[in-house]
């Protein structure tokens, strides 16, 4: 079957940084993204993934390995407003997205 | 990116009755919408995949003649959900997408059936 795993909760303080971590068995594969959403609202895109190694966007940056079956999404200088759920999903063969649960990210002072 | 509109953004219906929630591509035409549902602190539910001009294609456990989709045209598609029971009070979500990169997402529809 087709799986998505990543944290259900973290914790991180103002100012640090958190990487969520996403591991992934899908029947094929064409690409991993990242989402971040904040409660009562659509997912927002974030990033996508479909080559081996480190996309950097800003303050987010996204990491793939595709032999690991294996995605993070690493966020610096952590503000308030970064508090919300982040979703991995993955595309399968079929171009269809896979999605995991999500990983509440709170963000103490 | 590319913007999705989706009305309404919530809607309170009473039992009974049916609702529609459209999504719309403004800038780009989107050759497949998926329609999502999301309880409280729950993953995305895929709940159907249309391609404009053709059927929709529903995941298992999702009713057809409950939910209905139409993709008329490659920038609208839409959701009545018949018959309207509060079981079915859940925040609605659409995507657009041309199928190979990323898929965008329309601001949600919170419906609630009293």
């Known amino acids: 079957g087709q799986n998505i795993d990543q944290p259900t909760e973290m914790t991180a303080t103002e100012g640090a940084i958190v990487q969520i971590n996403c591991t992934y068995q899908?029947?094929?594969?064409?690409?991993l993204f990242w989402y971040q959403q904040h409660a009562g609202e659509a997912p927002t895109f974030l990033s996508y993934?479909?080559l081996d190694g480190l996309e950097e966007k800003g303050r987010f940056s996204s990491f793939l390995s595709r032999s690991k079956g294996y995605s993070y999404l690493l966020l610096k200088e952590l503000q308030m407003k970064d508090s919300a759920s982040y979703l991995c999903?993955?595309?399968?063969?079929?171009?269809?997205?896979?999605w995991g649960a999500g990983t509440k990210l709170i963000i103490k002072p | 990116g590319a913007v999705v509109s989706q009305h309404p953004s919530w809607v309170i219906c009473k039992s009974g009755t049916s609702v529609k929630i459209e999504c719309r591509s403004l800038?780009?035409?989107?050759?497949?919408m998926f329609w999502y549902r999301q309880f409280p602190k729950q993953s995305l539910m895929l709940m159907a995949t249309?391609?404009?001009?053709?059927?929709?294609?529903?995941e298992q456990g999702v009713e057809k003649d409950k939910f209905l989709i139409n993709h008329a045209s490659l920038t609208l598609s839409t959701l009545t959900v018949t018959s309207a029971h509060p079981e079915d009070s859940s925040f609605y979500i659409c995507?657009?997408?041309?199928?190979?990169?990323?898929?965008?997402f329309g601001q949600g529809t919170r419906l609630t059936v009293v």
């Open positions: 249309s391609n404009e001009g053709s059927k929709a294609t529903y």
């Open positions: 899908t029947s094929g594969f064409n690409g």
């Open positions: 993934n479909v």
């Open positions: 800038d780009f035409q989107a050759t497949t």
């Open positions: 995507s657009a997408g041309t199928g190979d990169t990323e898929a965008f």
């Open positions: 999903a993955v595309m399968d063969s079929n171009y269809q997205l896979i």
